[in-house]
């Protein structure tokens, strides 16, 4: 069956640009998750949402990002004014449940460049 | 604040043999420990968990076991095959709704 879909794979910006990131979760995950992956790092989590609601944002790194979702489906997290330190893997994960009791299925990521 | 700490970084084991990961967390209240296998370029994708009220969870050749007293839990992969070789993640829950990631550890499977 069809898993979790991010696209672009890659995305090159230059610093300052704004990007979009764009997560198709598992139809019918009611939650969805964003979490960032640096370099030979673990997994940073950033923000989660139940249905359209973000109940915590508390992951987001500054001002600069923010995300939506629509329909209870399709998310989009947006970084503004991208600095290099933005440049990593974001990854997004879809859940049945919550991923604090349930199983998490991920995208293949989209691995930012910001020069 | 709560984290997850996870040893080795990088473990080179020679194909046949086993291979342990370990893991200590923070917060008491963790409840939920899954294991996460990341093979280059894909996302990462669970392979064992265990819940706080079981102390050892087996899967044909991998088993993950928990002492929460001491805030320990390790994966344990047996008779170890070149498709093994992968970056695993421990994570431990936060609330219900979150987990706290390991910085995770590259497996390599010689020949």
């Known amino acids: 069956g069809a898993g979790v879909s991010q696209s672009p794979s890659n995305k090159v910006t230059e610093k300052g640009k704004d990007v979009e990131l764009r997560c198709d979760p598992i139809?019918?995950?009611?939650?969805l998750y964003w979490y960032r992956q640096s370099l030979g790092q673990g997994l940073e989590f950033l923000i989660y949402?139940?249905?359209?609601?973000?109940?915590?944002k508390s992951g987001l790194p500054s001002d600069r990002f923010s995300a939506e979702r629509t329909g209870g489906s399709v998310s989009t997290l947006t970084i503004q004014r991208t600095q290099q330190e933005d440049s990593a893997v974001y990854l997004c994960?879809?859940?049945?449940?919550?991923?604090?009791?349930?199983?998490?299925?991920f995208g293949p990521g989209t691995r930012l460049t910001v020069l | 604040g709560e984290n997850v700490e996870q040893h080795p970084s990088t473990l080179s084991v020679q194909e046949g043999d086993s291979a342990v990961i370990k893991c200590t967390y923070s917060d008491s209240a963790s409840n939920y420990f899954p294991w996460y296998k990341q093979e280059l370029g894909k996302g990462p994708q669970l392979i064992i968990d265990?819940?706080?009220n079981v102390g050892e969870k087996k899967d044909q050749r991998i088993a993950v076991t928990l002492n929460k007293t001491a805030k320990h839990f390790s994966l344990h992969i047996t008779e170890t095959q070149p498709e093994d070789s992968a970056v695993y993640f421990c994570?431990?829950?936060?609330?219900?709704?979150?987990?706290?990631w390991g910085a995770g550890t590259k497996l390599i499977i010689k020949p």
């Open positions: 949402f139940q249905g359209n609601s973000a109940p915590d």
């Open positions: 994960a879809s859940t049945p449940g919550l991923a604090g009791t349930d199983t998490q299925y």
């Open positions: 994570a431990a829950s936060r609330r219900n709704y979150q987990l706290i």
């Open positions: 265990i819940r706080s």
């Open positions: 139809s019918g995950h009611t939650a």
